[in-house]
């Protein structure tokens, strides 16, 4: 069975850092390309950013270029996410997801962290 | 800014009846790249429908899509009560373009 496991979500104040852990189970992380993407309260669905399978190209919203840092683990099976001058308007459950081959759509995803940025 | 545009925002059936949602490209798109989702409450996204047309592992054969270039058509052929949720269109396997559509709710008449 093939799991995505969101960690590291929470209460954060503006301006302030996060980083979001994504482990992965059941199937070959290492040849898998990996996104974030988050939901805000109410709000559709926000692709965020992208990491090849074996880290060669990253690509970002961007909203959240050089605040955010996509980078994984092939080692450990891990995905990761570093937020940094987070704003109110980040608040919102941010989710993984795997790539079903290439760079082509999601097929498997995490149940979701929340992350709340507030005063 | 590429856009992709459901519609329509919510759609409003019983049990049983079809379901016909539509998303629209700003521009012209691979077939190949159009992806479709179902979200219910609470939970995650689950991948229904890629390359416009291919339904993904588990999806029930009710589920078909359609369309190429800017148009594309999500259709439920006789609504179950597990269908009731929002459904997503998104462009994928461009880079660095994943961008989702707003999305359309359909619920219970």
């Known amino acids: 069975q093939e799991y995505l496991v969101e960690s590291g979500g929470g209460v954060v104040q503006p301006g302030g850092s996060l980083t979001l852990s994504c482990a992965a189970s059941g199937f070959t992380f290492r040849t898998s390309g990996m996104h974030w993407v988050r939901q805000a309260p109410g709000q559709g669905l926000q692709w965020l950013a992208f990491i090849q399978y074996d880290d060669s190209n990253k690509f970002y919203v961007d909203s959240v270029k050089g605040r955010f840092t996509i980078s994984r683990d092939n080692s450990r099976n891990t995905l990761y996410l570093q937020m940094s001058s987070l704003r109110v308007e980040d608040t919102a459950v941010y989710y993984c997801?795997?790539?079903?081959?290439?760079?082509?759509?999601?097929?498997?995803w995490g149940q979701g962290t929340q992350v709340t940025v507030s005063s | 800014e590429f856009v992709l545009t459901q519609s329509p925002g919510t759609l409003s059936l019983s049990p049983g009846e079809r379901a016909t949602l539509s998303c629209r490209a700003s521009?012209?798109?691979?077939?190949?790249?159009l992806a479709w989702y179902q979200q219910k409450p609470g939970q995650a996204p689950r991948l229904l429908i890629y390359g416009a047309s291919n339904r993904a592992a588990g999806t029930p054969d009710r589920f078909s899509g359609s369309g190429s270039g800017t148009d594309f058509t999500l259709t439920i052929s006789r609504l179950e009560p597990e269908d009731f949720a929002v459904y997503y269109c998104?462009?994928?396997?461009?880079?660095?373009?994943?961008?989702f559509g707003q999305g359309t709710k359909v619920e219970i008449k």
């Open positions: 997801a795997k790539v079903l081959r290439g760079t082509g759509p999601l097929d498997l």
């Open positions: 998104q462009q994928s396997g461009v880079p660095p373009q994943w961008t």
């Open positions: 521009q012209s798109i691979n077939s190949r790249s």
